[in-house]
């Protein structure tokens, strides 16, 4: 999924990224705005994950909830 149509869906799969890391905020997931780097950033910290697992866990979000939105 390229990066522009991630930001156009991202009101749609912020509420999938709430339920998949629920510590992270409202506030905090707005900011990202489906920037993948940013919220594997988030999610690396907020969770002690690695960059790699971070990342590997976004990415893999990012494949199972490809649109059609």
Do not use: S
Request: charged content about 40%.
């Amino acid at each position: 999924m390229n990066e522009d149509t991630i930001k156009g869906q991202w009101k749609q799969l912020k509420g999938k990224a709430k339920e998949a890391w629920g510590d992270l905020t409202d506030d905090e997931l707005t900011r990202v705005e489906g920037n993948a780097e940013q919220l594997a950033g988030l999610v690396q910290e907020r969770y002690g994950r690695t960059r790699e697992e971070a990342e590997r866990e976004v990415n893999d979000f990012f494949t199972r909830n490809r649109g059609p939105y």
